[in-house]
């Protein structure tokens, strides 16, 4: 079992290193073309947001790949910065266009995925997978 594990920490490092490489990405956008185009602070915030939570879902898969039992106080941990988003982003960060309507809804389905993760992770602290 601790071969799921470690694979699902390996998964969950990699989403972190690519979420983490869009916020470069984004971040280098905003300096080039802050100047003429300032973003709106709604999508500042979410990109100060989404940088949190992709480190959180990085430090959690590094933490199951290495099968810690900090595992789980990290899985909660980005597990909450993604609620936190989600909640925040229905108010006050609302797409508006198709694109951007079915990017969150991807969001949304990724969060119900991390959901279940997170679950797995319990389980496996509760079966004494994780040290």
Same mark, same amino acid.
């Given at each position: 079992?601790?071969? %799921?594990?470690?694979? #699902?920490?390996?998964?969950?490092?990699? /989403? &972190? *290193?690519?979420?983490?490489?869009?916020?470069? =990405?984004?971040?280098?956008?905003?300096?080039?073309?802050g100047a003429l185009f300032p973003p709106p602070p709604a999508e500042r915030a979410a990109d100060a947001?989404?940088?949190?939570? %992709?480190?959180?879902? #990085?430090?959690?898969?590094?933490?199951? /790949? &290495? *099968?810690?039992?900090?595992?789980?106080?990290? =899985?909660?941990?980005?597990?909450?910065?993604?609620?936190?988003?989600?909640?925040?982003?229905?108010?006050?960060?609302?797409?508006?266009?198709?694109?951007?309507?079915?990017?969150?809804?991807?969001?949304?389905?990724?969060f119900g995925l991390y959901t279940l993760a997170v679950?797995?992770?319990?389980?496996?602290?509760?079966?004494?997978?994780?040290?």
């Amino acid at each position: 079992m601790d071969w %799921a594990a470690r694979l #699902l920490g390996a998964f969950y490092i990699f /989403a &972190g *290193l690519m979420a983490l490489k869009q916020a470069v =990405f984004n971040w280098r956008l905003e300096r080039t073309f802050g100047a003429l185009f300032p973003p709106p602070p709604a999508e500042r915030a979410a990109d100060a947001i989404l940088t949190i939570g %992709a480190v959180t879902v #990085l430090v959690s898969g590094l933490a199951l /790949a &290495g *099968l810690s039992h900090w595992s789980v106080p990290a =899985f909660l941990t980005a597990w909450t910065v993604q609620a936190g988003y989600l909640t925040w982003a229905q108010r006050w960060y609302r797409p508006l266009t198709e694109d951007a309507a079915q990017g969150r809804r991807q969001t949304v389905h990724a969060f119900g995925l991390y959901t279940l993760a997170v679950a797995a992770v319990m389980a496996w602290e509760h079966a004494g997978v994780l040290d």
